[in-house]
């Protein structure tokens, strides 16, 4: 084991994320004591075409 910790009583931690995540497809998900998080950049548009005419 690496590290351990106990507390008593209520705890919280906080992190910020990228703004570039895609919140629809990112999910979050807590079991047994396991915090898993699953997120999902933002595909970025590399451009649009025009039609020359």
């Known amino acids: 084991m690496l590290r351990t910790e106990r507390y008593y009583g209520e705890v919280s ?3 910020q994320l990228p ?3 895609d919140e629809a497809a990112s ?3 807590y079991d047994n004591g ?3 998080l699953t997120l999902a950049k ?3 548009i590399s451009g649009q075409r025009l039609t020359i005419e």
């Open 13 to 15: 931690r906080s992190f």
């Open 19 to 21: 703004v570039d995540l």
């Open 27 to 29: 999910n979050a998900r």
């Open 34 to 36: 396991v915090l898993t």
């Open 42 to 44: 933002k595909q970025k």
